[in-house]
């Protein structure tokens, strides 16, 4: 995030030097949104307060969406009821009748269709398709924000799609169905997630966006420990669905008509007039005042003159991932922002498999698991201004990585098992905070044209990585500490590479981003 002071020579280079022909005003000035968040509107007032806390209520969605399938297809607890049922004997070497579930077939998907012993692997399917459509759904509303929908529009429809989806899914017949509906969902939910982000954070000043975009991942953790209480009150699967798709409904009701839509979107669209209307708006409600004749340009427009159409529409300007790829500089970070994500997402859902096996209560289990995240996120964004991106990037992935290779080494028995447990508690912790991290990270590395698309494509990559986490764990023994170790520093070792964004403006265009690199390296 820029800070309000830049290097000498550097601060004004957003500034176009305006002309006094045409008859204009000699107080006729355009500014970036970045300058005019900062001289005018200011940089997180009550607009901005407001506006970002209605958006980040779309990540408890993505958490209950996401989240609902520990306890939807959870194994429940199953009690004997013959002479020929030993206690200590597993599930699967018992005949049939000889055992019943204790709150019966319809707890969960696994007991309703018999999703174990041979059919166990089926729940893993289930959950490995919802990611996959994860992953589809990022790159198509990445998009889609960035185009035709925008950040608004592709927020309502996802929650839309999550809020039907959701309720049909608790009428599934049989488990093809759900097994379909869960991978529609997953359309969805790929891409509540970076459009939340992204709406809440692009109307932030320049100085308070790390602190801001790291805090939207308190709603994400605080949906999760909403949804144990949820499931804890709803233990059927069927009603549990339901019930977590109402907020959906709620959200899309009575949150979405208060939302604005991003002034960056409208301007690379071309409608500037509707971009003002927005920063009007905000100054107002920070009881602020744009003056008379100051409008909004791109970072391109620097180098132009005033054309006479200071307060008219302008040119559409569109981007695509084809864009990203054809530019060297946004070329390589998109490569390495992928990789980065893949092997923190890989780390950090695998982790959260292995915590939740602690033979404890689920509910409890989840709810503390969500509480322990939330330091996390606090620590990164005290520090996030202070070191800068790169560095914390590079921190906290070798942090996770050293206890992965304790916990790797370390024995499965005895007081080694509570040590192991340790090291994979204090390696969630440290993945926690980079896998935030790399949301804002991503954010700032792309120009507003193909910021989603970008962002798209890394979610797509962190999906990607915890559709193979379940498969790491399975191994068994000491092999997914040691792939959690290795992942975390090929992760911290792929940040070396990416470019500080600390004091940078968030750039609106691909030329613009070019140019303004271009200066900050010769400066």
Not at 261 to 271: F, H, I, M, N, T
Not at 282 to 293: F, L, S
Not at 416 to 431: A, D, R
Request: aromatic share 12%; glycine share 10%.
């Amino acid at each position: 995030m820029p800070s309000a002071s830049l290097l000498p020579g550097i601060a004004d280079f957003h500034q176009p030097l305006i002309s006094e022909n045409n008859g204009k005003s000699n107080d006729s000035e355009k500014l970036s949104i970045d300058d005019m968040l900062q001289k005018h509107c200011g940089e997180f007032g009550p607009w901005q307060l407001r506006h970002f806390v209605l958006t980040s209520l779309a990540w408890a969605l993505e958490a209950f969406h996401t989240m609902v399938m520990i306890f939807a297809d959870r194994e429940p607890d199953w009690r004997c009821i013959g002479t020929a049922c030993p206690a200590e004997a597993p599930l699967c070497s018992l005949s049939p009748g000889s055992w019943e579930w204790s709150h019966g077939p319809g707890a969960s998907t696994v007991s309703e269709w018999g999703l174990f012993c041979d059919d166990k692997y089926k729940v893993g399917l289930v959950q490995g398709l919802f990611f996959f459509g994860c992953m589809i759904g990022a790159g198509i509303f990445g998009h889609l924000s960035d185009s035709s929908l925008g950040r608004k529009g592709s927020l309502v429809v996802v929650c839309i799609m999550n809020a039907i989806l959701g309720c049909l899914t608790a009428f599934a017949p049989n488990y093809i169905i759900y097994t379909l509906l869960r991978f529609l969902t997953g359309l969805g939910v790929g891409g509540v997630g970076l459009c939340a982000f992204v709406l809440a954070t692009e109307p932030v000043g320049p100085t308070k966006r790390g602190v801001a975009g790291m805090s939207t991942f308190y709603f994400f953790s605080g949906g999760i420990a909403m949804l144990s209480g949820i499931a804890y009150i709803f233990q059927s699967w069927r009603a549990l669905y339901i019930a977590s798709s109402i907020p959906s409904i709620i959200f899309i009701a009575m949150v979405a008509p208060f939302l604005w839509e991003s002034p960056r979107w409208y301007l690379v669209k071309g409608k500037t007039k509707e971009a003002m209307k927005v920063m009007h708006s905000m100054a107002r409600c920070n009881g602020r005042n744009i003056p008379q004749g100051v409008e909004l340009m791109l970072d391109d427009d620097s180098s132009t003159k005033d054309d006479g159409n200071l307060s008219g529409e302008r040119e559409e300007i569109t981007g695509s991932l084809i864009d990203v790829l054809k530019t060297p500089l946004t070329r390589i970070r998109l490569f390495l922002a992928v990789a980065i994500n893949f092997c923190c997402a890989l780390v950090y859902y695998g982790l959260s498999l292995n915590v939740v096996n602690l033979d404890t209560n689920l509910y409890l289990n989840v709810l503390l698991n969500a509480i322990a995240e939330m330091p996390a996120f606090t620590i990164t964004a005290i520090l996030l201004d202070r070191f800068g991106r790169k560095p914390l990037t590079i921190g906290t992935t070798c942090f996770s990585g050293i206890f992965c290779l304790f916990g790797a080494l370390m024995k499965n028995y005895g007081t080694w098992k509570i040590l192991k447990m340790v090291c994979g508690i204090f390696g969630i912790f440290g993945m926690a905070g980079t896998y935030n991290l790399l949301f804002i990270y991503t954010v700032e590395l792309f120009p507003t044209v193909v910021r989603n698309a970008a962002l798209g494509c890394t979610t797509q990559a962190s999906q990607m990585g915890a559709i193979l986490a379940p498969f790491v764990v399975v191994m068994g023994g000491g092999l997914p500490f040691a792939v959690f170790a290795v992942c975390g520093f090929v992760g911290g070792l792929l940040a070396v590479y990416l470019p500080e964004t600390l004091n940078r403006p968030l750039y609106d265009t691909m030329n613009g981003m070019e140019e303004g690199e271009a200066d900050w390296s010769n400066a």
